[in-house]
């Protein structure tokens, strides 16, 4: 009985620092306006995972010039005429430096399944893709995280805030939180995408976003092709400019 209070008093103190760790999404901050002129140009962070899979399809679907920043070009199973691969290391500034220059704006999926230890891949590979993009003054960035963040802690319900978050996820979840923290400190314009837990499920449109989105109590969803719809709309509409806003089924 000692050992379950404790480790629920663990995972409440986890849900509280995530949710002061990270952006409060309904705190303004100083807002510029946002470019609502379509870009042409658009650089995939994380292309070959399941989301950035889907960014790189649909943006191709809808006529932009796409660049896949990848570790592995074999892990991106996509040929088009509109599309370049860019094989670089996030933690790598140069690589990141070299497949920023050229671009209109910037989706990052950036993840990676190094669950059980700390690492700051999240953090540092953003601070040199925001440090790139105000170099060559690359102004838009959606970048995509998770619910269970910030004021949006404890919104993916009971499973995953006592037992998935932290018992598997705690420093993959922590390292998210300084992401966010970079991003809303830096001068570009930005949008942050926080999804319920991502499916497979093909995309059908129906989903819902806003800051309160998400439950206390029951696991919410959404299919990865959803939430790459939503990033791409993100390029033009300025309703979530510098704010982070939830997306799920």
Same mark, same amino acid.
């Given at each position: 009985?000692?050992?379950?209070?404790?480790?629920?008093?663990?995972?409440?103190?986890?849900?509280?620092?995530?949710?002061?760790?990270?952006?409060?999404?309904?705190?303004?901050?100083?807002?510029?306006?946002?470019?609502?002129?379509?870009?042409?140009?658009? #650089? +995939?962070?994380?292309?070959?995972? @399941?989301? /950035?899979?889907?960014?790189? *399809?649909?943006? !191709?679907?809808?006529?932009?010039?796409?660049?896949?920043?990848?570790?592995?070009?074999?892990?991106?199973?996509?040929?088009?005429?509109?599309?370049?691969?860019?094989?670089?290391?996030?933690?790598?500034?140069?690589?990141?430096?070299?497949?920023?220059?050229?671009?209109?704006?910037?989706?990052?999926?950036?993840?990676?399944?190094?669950?059980?230890?700390?690492?700051?891949?999240?953090?540092?590979?953003?601070h040199n893709l925001l440090r790139a993009m105000e170099k060559f003054?690359?102004?838009? #960035? +959606?970048?995509?995280?998770?619910? @269970?963040? /910030?004021?949006?802690?404890? *919104?993916?319900? !009971?499973?995953?805030?006592?037992?998935?978050?932290?018992?598997?996820?705690?420093?993959?979840?922590?390292?998210?939180?300084?992401?966010?923290?970079?991003?809303?400190?830096?001068?570009?314009?930005?949008?942050?995408?926080?999804?319920?837990?991502?499916?497979?499920?093909?995309?059908?449109?129906?989903?819902?976003?806003?800051?309160d989105i998400g439950s206390y109590i029951w696991t919410v969803r959404?299919?990865?092709?959803?939430?790459?719809?939503?990033?791409?709309?993100?390029?033009?509409?300025?309703?979530?400019?510098?704010?982070?806003?939830a997306v799920a089924k």
């Amino acid at each position: 009985m000692k050992f379950i209070l404790l480790y629920l008093f663990y995972a409440l103190i986890l849900s509280f620092a995530l949710k002061q760790g990270a952006l409060y999404s309904r705190v303004k901050s100083d807002r510029k306006d946002g470019n609502n002129e379509k870009p042409e140009r658009i #650089l +995939v962070i994380g292309a070959t995972g @399941g989301t /950035g899979q889907e960014l790189v *399809r649909q943006l !191709l679907g809808r006529e932009y010039q796409v660049t896949a920043f990848v570790r592995n070009p074999a892990g991106l199973k996509i040929e088009h005429p509109k599309l370049t691969i860019a094989q670089g290391n996030v933690l790598d500034y140069e690589s990141v430096e070299k497949a920023v220059r050229g671009n209109d704006a910037v989706l990052s999926a950036l993840g990676h399944k190094r669950f059980f230890y700390p690492t700051r891949i999240l953090s540092k590979g953003t601070h040199n893709l925001l440090r790139a993009m105000e170099k060559f003054g690359v102004s838009r #960035l +959606v970048c995509e995280t998770s619910l @269970g963040i /910030g004021n949006s802690a404890g *919104r993916l319900g !009971l499973y995953y805030t006592f037992f998935t978050i932290p018992v598997i996820l705690p420093f993959y979840f922590w390292d998210k939180a300084r992401q966010e923290k970079l991003i809303t400190e830096s001068n570009v314009n930005w949008t942050i995408v926080r999804p319920g837990v991502l499916t497979n499920n093909p995309k059908h449109g129906n989903f819902r976003h806003g800051p309160d989105i998400g439950s206390y109590i029951w696991t919410v969803r959404i299919s990865r092709g959803d939430v790459a719809e939503f990033m791409i709309c993100q390029l033009t509409d300025d309703t979530y400019l510098k704010m982070a806003v939830a997306v799920a089924k």
